[in-house]
C-alpha cells in the first residue's frame, strides 16, 4: 500500500463521523442477519450463540483488564436488571423482525428517546420544557401514525412485542446514564452473559442444530455487534454527541436498503410519515438537550 493510501485512510480512522456511519451499517447488517436467522432458529438459540461469540471476542480484552472489575461493580442490582432487559430486549427485536418488515421495527425502536424525554420528569427528576413536550407529542403521533392501530393489529403479537420492546430499550439508554461511571467492557460482558444464559433457557425448548455455514452466520452475529459498539465508542472519542447521535437514523435508511434486497420488504406510506415525525422529534429532542447542558447525560440510541 502507497504512503499516499495509508494517509487516507488513516484520515478516515480519525474522522468520528465516518467511523460512526461505519457502525452504524454493521449494526444494520447485524439486524439484517438476525432476521433472516430467526426464520430458521428460535429467537433463544440466535440471542444464547450470538453472546457466546460475543464474549469470545470480548475475552482478550477482559483478561487484559483483569478479572476484579467484572465484580467489583456499581449498583450491582442494577446491573443484573440491566442484563436481564438487554437480553429480554434484543430477544423482543429478534422476535418483532420475524413478523414485521426490518424497516418497520427499526422505526418502532428509534422511537425510545422520546419515551426517555417523557418519563424523565419522573424517572430522573428532570424539568421537561413546554418545546420538549410538544416534540414529545409529535413523536407519540409518528408513534401512533407507524403502528396503525386498529382491531386486527391486535391480533398479532407483533405490535406488542414492538411495544415492549421499544419500552425494554428506553430503559436500557436511562440505566446506562445511571451506569455511566461502569467501564463499557463490563457493561458488555456482563449484558452478553445474561443473553448467553437466558437464551440457553429458551433455546433447550426448541433447539436447531446449525450447519457449519449458518453457525458461522449465528457467530458473526456476536462478532459484528461487538465491532460496531467499538467504532461508535471510538466515534465518540473522536467527535461530539452531537455529531454521532443524529446518524443512528441512517438505521432506518439501511433498514429500508436491506429489507428490499433480502426480503422484497417496501415501507408503507404511513411508516414513512411516521418515521419522518419521529426523526424529527428525536432530534429536536436530542439538540434541544444539548443547548441545556446536558451533553453528559444524552448518547447515540442504536437498537440491535
Same mark, same amino acid.
Given at each position: ?23 452504524? =451499517?454493521?449494526?444494520? =447488517? ?6 433472516? $436467522? ?33 465484580? @467489583? ?5 442494577? @446491573? ?15 422476535? !418483532? ?19 426517555? !424525554?417523557? *418519563?424523565? &420528569?419522573? $424517572? ?5 420544557? %413546554? ?9 407519540? *403521533?409518528?408513534?401512533?401514525?407507524? $403502528? @396503525?392501530?386498529? &382491531? ?9 412485542? /414492538? #411495544? ?25 460482558? %456482563? ?12 433455546? $433447550?425448548?426448541? %433447539? ?6 449458518? *453457525?458461522?452466520?449465528?457467530?458473526? =452475529? ?7 459498539? !467499538? ?10 454527541? /452531537? ?7 441512517? *438505521? ?20 414513512? #410519515? ?15 438537550? @444539548? ?14
Amino acid at each position: 500500500m502507497s504512503p499516499q493510501h495509508r494517509s487516507f485512510l488513516s484520515a478516515i480512522a480519525k474522522n468520528g463521523a465516518v467511523v460512526a456511519l461505519v457502525g452504524m =451499517l454493521l449494526f444494520a =447488517l447485524n439486524d439484517t442477519m438476525g432476521k433472516w $436467522l430467526v426464520a430458521t432458529y428460535s429467537v433463544g438459540q440466535v440471542v444464547a450463540l450470538r453472546s457466546l461469540a460475543a464474549l469470545i471476542v470480548l475475552a482478550p480484552f477482559v483478561w487484559w483488564m483483569g478479572w476484579r472489575p467484572l465484580f @467489583q461493580v456499581e449498583k450491582p442490582r442494577m @446491573q443484573a436488571a440491566r442484563a436481564v432487559v438487554s437480553t429480554m430486549e434484543t430477544m423482543a427485536f429478534y422476535l !418483532a423482525v420475524f413478523y414485521l418488515p426490518l424497516a418497520d421495527v427499526m422505526t418502532y425502536w428509534l422511537a425510545a428517546p422520546i419515551y426517555i !424525554a417523557a *418519563l424523565s &420528569p419522573l $424517572l430522573l427528576g428532570e424539568h421537561v420544557g %413546554w418545546r420538549r413536550w410538544t416534540a414529545i407529542g409529535v413523536g407519540f *403521533l409518528g408513534v401512533v401514525i407507524a $403502528l @396503525q392501530p386498529s &382491531p386486527a393489529m391486535f391480533q398479532s403479537p407483533a405490535a406488542a412485542v /414492538s #411495544i415492549i420492546g421499544t419500552l425494554l430499550f428506553a430503559f436500557l439508554l436511562i440505566s446506562g446514564r445511571s451506569l455511566r461511571n461502569t467501564p463499557d467492557t463490563v457493561l458488555v460482558f %456482563w449484558q452478553n452473559v445474561g443473553g448467553l444464559v437466558i437464551g440457553m433457557v429458551f433455546a $433447550l425448548f426448541d %433447539w436447531v442444530t446449525p450447519s457449519v455455514h449458518h *453457525l458461522v452466520l449465528l457467530g458473526l =452475529l456476536g462478532v459484528v455487534a461487538m465491532t460496531a459498539h !467499538a467504532l461508535i465508542n471510538r466515534a465518540l472519542k473522536l467527535t461530539d454527541a /452531537s455529531v454521532v447521535a443524529p446518524l443512528q437514523y441512517t *438505521l432506518l435508511f439501511w433498514a429500508i436498503v436491506f429489507g428490499f434486497i433480502f426480503f422484497g420488504d417496501l415501507p408503507t406510506v404511513p411508516m414513512m #410519515i411516521g418515521a419522518a415525525l419521529i426523526i424529527a422529534s428525536g432530534l429536536f429532542i436530542f439538540f434541544r438537550e @444539548q443547548q441545556l447542558g446536558k451533553k453528559d447525560k444524552v448518547l447515540p440510541a442504536i437498537p440491535e
